[in-house]
């Protein structure tokens, strides 16, 4: 299985939207209630402001990701896969190669998971994520890696259009 990202081109922000929808209604449900306006205007602005990567399996779409970069840290808003290639090593072997971009960089990578979502905690604590902090809605969470990637200072520049992953699994 081949798999590869790239920058989401704007004509893909319906599809996106699809699969955000499909992979987080439920569980906004549950907190807060689904407000279709707010979460399509909330997603709207994330879209432009975050780096939003198409996920491709042998050169279909498969998910997104979403990361925030700055200066001093990496937050991974979203890693969304479709269900027909969950539990099938792409969601860890992306997380991977995102982290290990991220510490090349020297900047720690940071993300937060619906404490309501129990499987995806399970995901990242297999991959040796933990929780660092947690309120009413979320779990903050970070990788053992990040206190390396914290002292060491930039390395590698990590912008957008640059981090692409082309692996095999």
């Given at each position: 299985?081949?798999?590869?990202?790239?920058?989401?081109?704007?004509?893909?922000?319906?599809?996106?939207?699809?699969?955000?929808?499909?992979?987080?209604?439920?569980?906004?449900?549950?907190?807060?209630?689904?407000?279709?306006?707010?979460?399509?205007?909330?997603?709207?602005?994330?879209?432009?402001?975050?780096?939003?990567?198409?996920?491709?399996?042998?050169?279909?779409?498969?998910?997104?990701?979403?990361l925030d970069i700055d200066d001093?840290?990496?937050?991974?808003?979203?890693?969304?896969?479709?269900?027909?290639?969950?539990?099938?090593?792409?969601?860890?072997?992306?997380?991977?190669?995102?982290?290990?971009?991220?510490?090349?960089?020297?900047?720690?990578?940071?993300?937060?998971?619906?404490?309501?979502?129990?499987?995806?905690?399970?995901?990242?604590?297999?991959?040796?994520?933990v929780v660092e902090a947690a309120?009413?809605?979320?779990?903050?969470?970070?990788?053992?890696?990040?206190?390396?990637?914290?002292?060491?200072?930039?390395?590698?520049?990590?912008?957008?259009?640059?981090?692409?992953?082309?692996?095999?699994v």
């Amino acid at each position: 299985m081949k798999i590869d990202t790239r920058l989401a081109c704007t004509t893909e922000k319906d599809t996106i939207w699809t699969l955000y929808e499909s992979a987080l209604r439920a569980y906004i449900e549950s907190l807060w209630g689904w407000d279709p306006v707010w979460q399509r205007d909330y997603f709207s602005k994330a879209y432009v402001a975050s780096a939003t990567y198409i996920v491709e399996l042998d050169t279909k779409l498969c998910g997104f990701i979403q990361l925030d970069i700055d200066d001093t840290g990496v937050y991974l808003r979203m890693l969304v896969l479709t269900p027909t290639v969950r539990s099938m090593g792409i969601g860890a072997s992306l997380l991977q190669e995102i982290l290990r971009c991220t510490h090349r960089s020297g900047r720690p990578l940071h993300l937060r998971v619906f404490r309501v979502n129990s499987a995806a905690k399970r995901f990242y604590e297999r991959e040796g994520w933990v929780v660092e902090a947690a309120d009413e809605a979320f779990f903050t969470m970070t990788h053992p890696l990040n206190e390396f990637a914290s002292m060491g200072g930039s390395t590698v520049a990590l912008v957008p259009e640059n981090f692409e992953v082309r692996m095999e699994v």
